[in-house]
């Protein structure tokens, strides 16, 4: 009888203990193999064995050499930039805008981040993670996508910014310290092919979308976009090669509007027509060494600290970036509760970052009560946590434009807009808030909020941010600044993706147009 009891209490343990030492013996192995680096711009968290060392040193001087090639000053606040090799397609399937991908960079409230997925099966999209070579390329290409977000002073056309990518990710140093960019990769052979080009249009006129590359007539939707990938590189080439390249495609992005034929207004500045322009880019491409002499770079990777990372630090990466950057989806929803069970409930207080990446979740669900709740804790623990500041003015503003004739809720919005640029004074969105969320007195803005409205006009905003700049709108209708308002709705213009976008400007040029023929009208 004794027997039969220990007999059944060791089935009993073997069953209870046999999933965990399976999860065990798979876990192990990859947690040896993981790594958490970080050096003085970048945190790297990596689910397969790479060389974190030289990942971050290259990025690390890499960074320094781009900055310096387009004339760009570093911002000593900005916060490193997160990496991430992940082995779970799932959770890189619910940040990625889907498609033929294996890497993206994703901008949120809760931070910045490039995310790789990594296949162990060497013939899929996502296999060559750990080809050093490949990796480098893939990290440098991602990290252009987010200098230009940070800190260049235009929105770029979707061809320029993919095409700089590729052009300076091949960057290399010369042994006696310079910096050289723009060599072919091996994917620009496509380039060489007797099949016909894109068309130069598909290609330029890809402003704010990627052009839909299943209807492209083409042998496969993935040689399609590779194609227009290298023709992007070929036209960033052919720019970057010219005196006030750059300047140029600045004054042809400015002076073009869907309505009109971007043909002319290329041939405008820079002399071709497409067609011509494609032959011409085919000679360069075809007759020369594709390199660029670059500016001295003038320091090497000075920290760099490293750790193994546990099961529980993967887990929470995951949940991180999910809540961070993935949408608002039942299937979403599922893995959050999946990782959320893995992870359990930690015994200390959840970081900052953790719990505002759970109030910009719900927010973008549309949960305003739960993301205040959390806001407001986490200004109780940091009350100059910038992100959290930033999401209080913004759910404000929303509350007040649900209810504009409450005049508690405009005077919440715009305290909110205040207390918030009293810590981050160069922050464009908070003084289109400011300027948004502030009630005319005598159809004319008070002085504080004035103050904003001519900062942001000197600032160029709506160069960077062109939906969001139409909140300027008003203020510029209140201040009899027509000229400027059209020229505010005139750029957001080229960058509407959704039909709701065009209504609003519509909306916004009849108001322009109506208040303008009433000075006119009204005047002696």
Do not use: C
Request: aromatic letters at 8%.
């Amino acid at each position: 009888m004794r027997l039969g009891v220990l007999v059944l209490h060791y089935f009993m343990m073997i069953r209870f203990l046999l999933p965990i030492l399976i999860w065990l013996s798979a876990a192990l192995p990859a947690l040896a193999q993981a790594v958490e680096a970080r050096s003085d711009h970048f945190v790297l968290i990596s689910e397969a064995p790479v060389d974190a060392a030289a990942l971050l040193s290259d990025l690390e001087q890499f960074r320094l050499a781009v900055m310096a090639d387009l004339g760009l000053q570093p911002d000593a606040d900005e916060p490193p930039l997160r990496l991430n090799i992940i082995r779970d397609l799932d959770v890189f399937a619910a940040i990625s805008p889907g498609g033929i991908t294996a890497a993206i960079y994703r901008q949120s409230a809760a931070g910045n981040d490039i995310v790789i997925g990594y296949s162990e099966d060497p013939e899929a999209l996502l296999g060559n993670a750990l080809d050093p070579g490949g990796l480098r390329l893939v990290l440098r290409h991602e990290f252009v996508h987010h200098i230009l977000e940070m800190h260049y002073p235009r929105k770029l056309p979707i061809w320029l910014g993919e095409g700089l990518a590729e052009y300076y990710a091949t960057f290399e140093q010369t042994q006696d310290g310079q910096s050289r960019f723009g060599r072919a990769l091996p994917e620009q052979d496509l380039l060489s092919d007797t099949r016909t080009w894109l068309p130069m249009r598909t290609v330029i006129e890809s402003m704010a979308r990627y052009p839909d590359f299943r209807t492209i007539p083409a042998p496969s939707e993935f040689w399609a976009q590779r194609l227009y990938y290298g023709q992007s590189w070929a036209l960033a080439h052919f720019i970057m090669d010219r005196p006030d390249g750059l300047a140029r495609i600045h004054r042809f992005v400015d002076r073009w509007h869907p309505a009109t034929d971007s043909e002319d207004s290329f041939e405008q500045e820079f002399g071709l027509r497409y067609d011509r322009l494609e032959a011409e880019v085919r000679q360069e491409f075809s007759g020369r060494a594709n390199d660029l002499q670059g500016r001295p770079i003038p320091g090497l990777l000075q920290r760099l600290t490293s750790r193994t990372p546990t099961a529980d630090d993967i887990a929470l990466n995951h949940l991180r970036l999910i809540l961070s950057h993935g949408r608002d989806s039942r299937q979403n929803a599922h893995l959050i509760e999946r990782l959320r069970a893995q992870v359990g409930r930690p015994d200390r207080e959840p970081s900052l970052d953790q719990q505002f990446a759970e109030a910009l979740w719900h927010w973008k669900a549309g949960d305003w009560t739960a993301a205040d709740m959390i806001i407001a804790d986490i200004l109780a623990r940091d009350p100059a946590h910038p992100a959290a500041l930033k999401l209080n003015v913004k759910s404000a503003y929303r509350a007040m434009a649900e209810r504009q004739t409450d005049q508690a809720r405009w005077i919440a919005a715009e305290d909110a807009a205040i207390q918030a640029l009293a810590s981050q004074p160069h922050d464009a969105e908070l003084h289109l808030f400011r300027v948004a969320a502030t009630a005319p007195i005598n159809n004319r803005l008070p002085e504080a909020a004035r103050a904003s409205l001519d900062w942001l006009i000197k600032e160029q905003t709506h160069l960077r941010m062109p939906s969001l700049s139409m909140m300027m709108v008003p203020a510029l209708i209140y201040e009899k600044r027509f000229d400027h308002a059209e020229h505010v709705l005139d750029f957001a213009e080229r960058w509407t993706i959704r039909p709701t976008d065009q209504r609003v400007i519509d909306n916004l040029r009849a108001n322009v147009d109506a208040q303008r023929a009433a000075q006119v009208s009204a005047a002696p």
